[in-house]
């Protein structure tokens, strides 16, 4: 499985568990001149900008530390283009699902959502 294959899968993953927690997948993979968000949900009237992390291990911190400042800024950048597009004004906050593997079953995941994980 090549490295797009896996982030399909794992932004899947990341749907489904936002899914059964309650909230609503409202477009997916949005793209602007400054970059991608991957998920964007409502949970109830707050929109949502989802970063989707995976890591094969935690060796090198884990999958929820590589949303570093250049990535946090670039996702603001991008939340706005998209708050503009659709002319929407309403709360936002910004999670990350991070999923790391666990052993070497792809079937092994841990998830971990970090909910309101920065701010704008």
Same mark, same amino acid.
């Given at each position: 499985?090549?490295?797009?294959?896996?982030?399909n899968q794992?932004?899947?993953?990341?749907? +489904?568990?936002? /899914?059964?927690? =309650?909230?609503?997948?409202?477009?997916? &993979?949005?793209s *602007?001149?400054?970059?991608?968000?991957?998920l964007?949900?409502?949970? =109830? &009237?707050?929109?949502?900008?989802?970063?989707?992390?995976f890591?094969? *291990? &935690?060796?090198? =911190?884990?999958a929820?530390? *590589?949303?570093?400042?250049?990535k946090?800024?670039k996702?603001?950048a991008?939340?706005n *283009? %998209?708050l503009? %597009?659709?002319k929407?004004? /309403?709360? /936002?906050?910004?999670?990350?699902?991070?999923?790391?593997?666990?052993?070497?079953?792809?079937? &092994?995941?841990?998830? +971990?959502?970090?909910a309101?994980?920065? =701010?704008?």
């Open positions: 499985m090549d490295t797009t294959e896996i982030g794992m932004e899947d993953t990341a749907a +489904q568990h936002l /899914c059964a927690a =309650g909230l609503t997948i409202v477009e997916r &993979n949005f *602007s001149r400054f970059g991608e968000i991957d964007i949900a409502r949970d =109830g &009237n707050t929109l949502v900008f989802v970063e989707v992390r890591r094969r *291990s &935690n060796r090198f =911190g884990g929820g530390i *590589s949303v570093d400042q250049r946090q800024r996702l603001l991008t939340a *283009s %998209y503009q %597009y659709r929407l004004d /309403c709360p /936002c906050r910004f999670d990350v699902i991070a999923i790391e593997q666990l052993g070497q079953a792809q079937e &092994n995941l841990h998830i +971990q959502w970090i309101n994980a920065f =701010g704008q």
